[in-house]
């Protein structure tokens, strides 16, 4: 191994989201690749991306990454849907040879994985922002993979603001999901009605919101949150790049990699509401703020 091989599997994993719910997916890959440092980037002061036009998403998206090349990062994980659908390809190019993987295409393969057993295409219901289900990203990836699948889109735009509020079960969250439930899979589709076998939470803030569908959408679809696949293909890049950080040798027990937070707007809120999609408290002090 070259000393220059050595220094980069030192490098953390750079991972960017629009706010804190690409916690969800940091988490995953923590949970994954415990010796993995990691430096997570919140774009809190511009939140939300999902309703912002695809220009803006564009730069913006550049903005958060270039932040984290700056720092040095190994691998970088959009962990932001809409900028994955709106952005990946620009990101891409923009970083390369640094590998980027977003969320869309890992979170299209599972939902493809549900399905593969029937016999027609089968039914997947999408949930995302606004320009997530308006780009059309994860339908693309799906037919990719499954051209005959029939792939549906709903944009629960208040889901985002709900989850950062922590309003995740109860009333208001179930009454909300069966709002933009019902025109899909309720009696007022009429016979345009959608039975999905599958649901993608395709947005970051969704997956703390997963009860409040099921119990909408009934025990038949499979609810699938991408950020473990997205976590299991990580794994897979730094495998194929030997990029994996080694185990120390020297000791019978491989310290955990360190966990490190930026954010572009109020901090102390960042390690409080982080904590929640993180299940674990979050120390303010661990938390900087930076300007893009
Ligand atoms: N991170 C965004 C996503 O996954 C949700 C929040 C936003 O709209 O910025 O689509």
Redesign the pocket.
Known sequence: MTAAGAEARELPIGIF???I??LTVLSAVHRRLKREHCLYLGDTAR??????SRGTIVRYALQAAEKLVERRIKLLVV???????AALPELQKAFAPLPVIG?VEPGARAACAVVSGKKRGGNILIL??E??VNCRAYDKAIHALRPDASVRGVAC?LF?PMAEEGWLTGPIAEITAARYLAPVMGEEAGDDRFRPDCIVL?????PPLAGAVASVAGPEPVIIDSAETTAEAVEEELTRRDLLRQPDGSRDTTPSGRLRFLTTDAPERFARVGGIFLNTPLAPANVELVSL
């Open positions: 989201d629009s706010g719910g690409g939140l939300p991306y999902g309703t912002k962990a932001c849907n809409t900028a994955t659908a969320v995302g922002t320009s997530t735009t985002v395709g947005c970051t803030h969704f």
